[in-house]
């Protein structure tokens, strides 16, 4: 073979070769494309000759325990455009504008962009609006039904509901933000469908198009533990605090102390869920309007917290109901003296009498004689320091200090209620341990789930999909103490400072509190307290728990027994009522219930005043500002039972009179601004110093109980400012405390 030939089958070898690995590239790109690409160049081609529009779901209503609808979602329609199929933008926007309230220029621009392939010209309007549309018969224009939330009973629990985002992600629905609606959000909100159509490369509908729809699954209803009628009854008491008090905050929570159930849950502020405060500038302050402060604020709980202590105390057998305790008035711990509210002391006291007092010296004795290891044991126990796990986002844990720097100090105030701080959620569900059998119980909100379905007769039923029952979480007390508790709390009740929560015909038992507040420096700020009380009923067998906590209440006295008691007090009768608790009057009761008118007092001067509401079997407390009663509460001829305090307003007598002091003559003073001294025998150091104060005088308190002289005496003429010496005595059978001020104080 010549040389020529063989260098010509030489090409063609290599020609082969180039193409047969050409051909093996082409393959194996080919290959490639169709096993790796495929199903997204696939998607990609459907996108080209298809459009979809988002089907919405409905979102899933929330009813209260008995079916009563919070929430639930109406339809709107949306209207939307296809630019490439609006022959003539300009003639469809000057049609459109005038019925959607559009700028039709604006408009027009929109309809012209012909880059988008689909834009939205108004988003929930009503059908009425969009059959105007529809009327116009403007190809190119779609219309999609979109849901809307609507909260029927306005602000009614509206920090436990929350809101949701008015226009969410396409495809999503609405989306919640706050509230249940943000923490089942995923269970609410369903799956969106979609309408398929097929259209050419400019985006135009097929003329023998073929819609696929993709029905929406809607979202699944939800059903509280809230009865709406008993946060109706909260709600409308804590509005009466609002108006009477203007608080800067409130606080109720009413639960079924047995099994964790959250019957209503209130603050105030509050909002209305259907219109949210977006338009608030500053995020961090719509933040603090919307949360749920009954679970994300902590806050000092003052002497409700001394019922924890009591229970472990009574648990761990450091006292018993035959315990003794003797109170001077302060305890010193770590060469610190902290007193007791009040002045002098309550003298020698049983268990259940500290208790009643609220002395704040027996419960630094009780914290002491458990010691740091077992006080912070039930801390723990008790669920303090540590979220509930309640169906709340951001559930706040509380704030205790680390036992490795706990001093006895420390100890000591946590055991009345200071240096520690809790929610309001922390604090009743502990307390209901306390009274439940000894039995720690997970709050919640929520106890079913449903899905609706359509049944053989096209009707809309609901199909049960999960029931979240009562969840123990450990035993703290045993029973036999829990029994004991709830006779000590009864008697606070019916003998001690929460006389203000008797309900006739039930047994009540209670627990005040006012709890000092603390600054940035942790110093205390004068005049700013909160005001709390935790009551329940039947106390032999609860059946509702209720905590009331008003912060900074604008009034002088801002004693819990005053200013939450007579509210959780309606909170309780008007519950127990509806919940067909029906009420026994025994003897015992029967005694205790008898009833009286609350007498007419104002345009009286204070001692006067002070004298017909004794006599007609009532307590009282006055404001420190005035002479001359101007306003009381409870108001001229309500009906109460005995012993009931009475809150006086007073002001400066107008005219500077000066009227006739029981049983003293009507005389002209000596010299002009001279004060004739009242009469305080027989009046509690509380009492006397209320009258005194209300005249332009001071006390000098000598003793402690009742008062059995005084110095100047009743009638004398004296100067403004002058110093009253009055002498106190205990009585034999020792001392019953009329109030639970528990501002406590420390020494310098």
């Given at each position: 073979m010549t040389a020529a030939g063989v260098t010509n089958r030489k090409r063609l070898l290599v020609l082969l070769l180039i193409f047969t690995l050409i051909f093996f590239g082409l393959i194996i790109r080919v290959g490639y494309i169709q096993l790796v690409w495929g199903v997204d160049l696939q998607k990609k081609a459907v996108d080209q000759w298809t459009r979809d529009l988002d089907v919405y779901p409905r979102r899933g209503s929330i009813k209260d325990r008995n079916g009563k609808i919070l929430a639930q979602s109406a339809t709107s329609e949306s209207i939307a455009a296809r630019p490439s199929q609006i022959a003539d933008p300009a003639k469809a926007a000057s049609m459109i504008a005038p019925i959607l309230d559009l700028d039709e220029q604006e408009l027009k621009k929109k309809l012209s962009n012909t880059s988008s392939s689909y834009i939205w010209i108004k988003r929930q309007v009503d059908r009425k609006t969009a059959n105007e549309i529809r009327a116009l018969n403007i190809?190119?224009?779609?219309?999609?039904?979109?849901?809307?939330?609507?909260?029927?009973?306005?602000?009614?629990?509206?920090?436990?509901?929350?809101?949701?985002?008015?226009?969410?992600?396409?495809?999503?629905?609405?989306?919640?933000?706050?509230?249940?609606?943000?923490?089942?959000?995923?269970?609410?909100?369903?799956?969106?469908?979609?309408?398929?159509?097929?259209?050419?490369?400019?985006?135009?509908?097929?003329?023998?198009?073929?819609?696929?729809?993709?029905?929406?699954?809607?979202?699944?209803?939800?059903?509280?533990?809230?009865?709406?009628?008993?946060?109706?009854?909260?709600?409308?008491?804590?509005?009466?605090?609002?108006?009477?008090?203007?608080?800067?905050?409130?606080?109720?929570?009413?639960?079924?102390?047995?099994?964790?159930?959250?019957?209503?849950?209130?603050?105030?502020?509050?909002?209305?869920?259907?219109?949210?405060?977006?338009?608030?500038?500053?995020?961090?302050?719509?933040?603090?309007l919307v949360k749920n402060f009954t679970c994300k604020d902590n806050i000092d709980p003052g002497s409700t917290f001394k019922v924890i202590t009591a229970a472990a105390a009574l648990e761990e057998k450091a006292a018993g109901l035959t315990s003794s305790f003797n109170c001077p008035g302060y305890k010193m711990v770590d060469g610190q003296k902290i007193s007791c509210w009040r002045a002098g002391g309550h003298g020698h006291e049983s268990f259940a009498e500290a208790v009643q007092n609220?002395?704040?010296?027996?419960?630094?004795?009780?914290?002491?004689?458990?010691?740091?290891?077992?006080?912070?044991?039930?801390?723990?126990?008790?669920?303090?320091?540590?979220?509930?796990?309640?169906?709340?986002?951001?559930?706040?844990?509380?704030?205790?200090?680390?036992?490795?720097?706990?001093?006895?100090?420390?100890?000591?105030?946590?055991?009345?209620?200071?240096?520690?701080?809790?929610?309001?959620?922390?604090?009743?569900?502990?307390?209901?341990?306390?009274?439940?059998?000894?039995?720690?119980?997970?709050?919640?909100?929520?106890?079913?789930?449903?899905?609706?379905?359509?049944?053989?007769?096209?009707?809309?039923?609901?199909?049960?999909?999960?029931?979240?029952?009562?969840?123990?979480?450990?035993?703290?007390?045993?029973?036999?103490?829990?029994?004991?508790?709830?006779?000590?709390?009864?008697?606070?009740?019916?003998?001690?400072?929460?006389?203000?929560?008797?309900?006739?015909?039930?047994?009540?038992?209670?627990?005040?509190?006012?709890?000092?507040?603390?600054?940035?420096?942790?110093?205390?700020?004068?005049?700013?307290?909160?005001?709390?009380?935790?009551?329940?009923?039947?106390?032999?067998?609860?059946?509702?728990?209720?905590?009331?906590?008003?912060?900074?209440?604008?009034?002088?006295?801002?004693?819990?027994?005053?200013?939450?008691?007579?509210?959780?007090?309606?909170?309780?009768?008007?519950?127990?009522?509806?919940?067909?608790?029906?009420?026994?009057?025994?003897?015992?009761?029967?005694?205790?219930?008898?009833?009286?008118?609350?007498p007419d007092v104002i345009g009286m001067e204070l001692a006067e005043a002070a004298k017909v509401l004794k006599k007609a079997g009532l307590d009282y407390l006055a404001e420190e500002t005035g002479t001359v009663v101007v306003d009381q509460m409870p108001k001229p001829g309500a009906s109460v039972i005995t012993n009931t305090t009475v809150l006086l307003y007073t002001d400066k007598d107008p005219d500077g009179e000066y009227s006739e002091t029981p049983g003293q003559e009507s005389d002209e003073p000596p010299v002009a601004g001279m004060i004739i001294v009242p009469d305080v025998v027989g009046k509690s150091i509380r009492e006397a110093n209320n009258i005194l104060i209300s005249q332009g005088l001071r006390l000098k308190i000598e003793g402690s109980g009742i008062a059995v002289s005084q110095e100047p005496a009743a009638g004398t003429w004296v100067e403004e400012n002058t110093e009253i010496t009055v002498k106190f005595k205990l009585p034999g059978e020792g001392v019953q405390n009329n109030e639970d001020n528990e501002n406590q104080s420390e020494a310098e």
């Open positions: 190809k190119g224009i779609d219309f999609t039904e979109e849901p809307k939330r609507y909260y029927p009973n306005g602000s009614l629990a509206s920090h436990v509901l929350g809101f949701t985002m008015k226009y969410a992600e396409p495809g999503e629905g609405l989306k919640g933000q706050e509230g249940l609606e943000l923490y089942y959000d995923k269970y609410l909100k369903g799956f969106a469908g979609k309408l398929i159509m097929e259209t050419d490369v400019a985006g135009r509908e097929m003329p023998y198009n073929v819609d696929r729809y993709i029905p929406p699954v809607n979202g699944l209803n939800i059903v509280l533990t809230i009865d709406q009628v008993i946060q109706y009854f909260t709600e409308r008491e804590v509005n009466n605090v609002v108006a009477k008090y203007n608080p800067k905050k409130v606080y109720a929570i009413v639960m079924e102390p047995n099994t964790g159930e959250v019957l209503a849950m209130a603050n105030w502020p509050n909002y209305d869920p259907n219109q949210p405060p977006r338009d608030i500038g500053d995020f961090d302050e719509m933040q603090q609220s002395c704040n010296p027996v419960f630094m004795e009780l914290a002491l004689r458990l010691g740091k290891d077992k006080f912070y044991t039930y801390l723990n126990e008790f669920g303090f320091g540590q979220a509930t796990g309640i169906d709340v986002v951001g559930e706040e844990k509380g704030i205790i200090m680390s036992k490795e720097t706990a001093k006895n100090v420390d100890l000591a105030r946590m055991g009345f209620g200071q240096a520690i701080s809790v929610t309001p959620l922390q604090l009743i569900t502990a307390a209901s341990a306390v009274i439940n059998g000894g039995n720690l119980m997970k709050p919640y909100l929520v106890k079913e789930l449903r899905e609706p379905v359509i049944d053989e007769n096209g009707q809309e039923t609901e199909r049960l999909v999960k029931t979240i029952s009562p969840q123990r979480v450990r035993q703290v007390i045993s029973s036999e103490t829990s029994a004991i508790m709830r006779e000590v709390l009864e008697s606070v009740v019916t003998d001690g400072s929460g006389k203000n929560a008797f309900i006739p015909g039930y047994r009540v038992g209670g627990k005040t509190g006012t709890a000092q507040k603390y600054g940035p420096e942790g110093r205390i700020i004068p005049n700013k307290n909160i005001s709390s009380f935790l009551g329940f009923a039947p106390a032999d067998n609860p059946r509702v728990i209720v905590l009331l906590m008003v912060d900074e209440p604008q009034t002088p006295v801002t004693f819990g027994s005053v200013i939450a008691a007579p509210y959780v007090k309606q909170i309780l009768e008007d519950t127990l009522k509806y919940l067909n608790v029906e009420p026994v009057f025994d003897q015992e009761t029967r005694e205790k219930m008898q009833e009286v008118d609350v």
